[in-house]
């Protein structure tokens, strides 16, 4: 049971890697402004077997991988003995794994399946995107502060388990290895992090935390609302 639910997890987890980074660089091209990120989604639908493709490339890998580590959680079962982790890393990677399987679900609900059925086009998610992620409540901006912290788990949860996935290896067995391949992971992980937090603060904010203007649609965001007229309603 134990070698199945690892080779499981970890196929699982081989899949959804390509699948994070493509969903990544498609957000990305929302640095370049609202009508480059509609129409690279709207190319994407309109892919022959797309909804096959996505739910036998993304949906049933993450509701194995999910289903997974959510076992290892309840059971306080380790997958390999001994564990490639330190004790408080292992309890922080399968806690950034709760909070981004919940991250995930709530992106899904608010996105992909608000509508039953209906598959929103490119133009409808950015709308959905910059309203959402602009929205406030009481002055906060709670659903942004979320986001933030739920790509923070995703990309944690990514790096962490892709040097997991390398530490039980042949190539990281010797200590040096696996301390490279540690740094590297980490490097990564913020990487990831940094563009996920650059396309949430873009939507909710029109602003870049890097990168700067160049979006196809920044010169009319950037235009001042008209002023008033005297004497006007």
């Known amino acids: ?66 289903s997974i580590g959510l076992w290892l959680v309840v059971t306080r079962r380790r997958l390999v003995e001994p564990s490639p982790y330190p004790e408080r890393l292992r309890i922080a990677v399968r806690t950034a794994g709760i909070a981004a399987v919940a991250f ?21 998610l950015e709308t959905l995107l910059a309203a959402g992620l602009s929205s406030t409540w009481r002055g906060m901006p709670l659903r942004g502060i979320t986001y933030l912290a739920g790509t923070a788990c995703v990309a944690f949860h990514f790096a962490a388990g892709s040097w ?10 010797e200590p040096r290895a696996r301390s490279w391949a540690a740094w ?5 992980g913020a990487a990831v992090w940094l563009l996920l937090a650059n396309i949430v603060i873009f939507h909710a904010t029109g602003s870049r935390l890097f990168g700067g203007p160049g979006g196809d649609d920044d010169a009319s965001a950037r235009v001042p609302c008209p002023t008033q007229a005297a004497g006007g309603p």
């Not at 992106?107 to 992909?112: D, G, P, T, V, W």
């Open 104 to 124: 995930i679900a709530l992106h899904l609900s608010e996105l992909r399946f608000r509508t039953l059925g209906v598959r929103p086009d490119g133009g409808e």
């Open 1 to 66: 049971m134990a070698v199945t639910s690892r080779r499981l997890l970890s196929l699982s987890g081989i899949a959804l890697a390509p699948i994070f980074l493509l969903h990544l660089a498609i957000n990305a091209r929302a640095h370049r402004g609202g009508a480059a990120f509609s129409s690279t989604v709207d190319r994407l639908q309109g892919i022959p077997g797309i909804a096959l493709f996505e739910w036998l490339l993304v949906f049933t890998p993450l509701v194995v991988h999910t």
């Open 184 to 188: 590297a992971a980490g490097a990564l």
């Open 164 to 173: 997991g996935f390398f530490a039980t290896t042949r190539i990281c067995k």
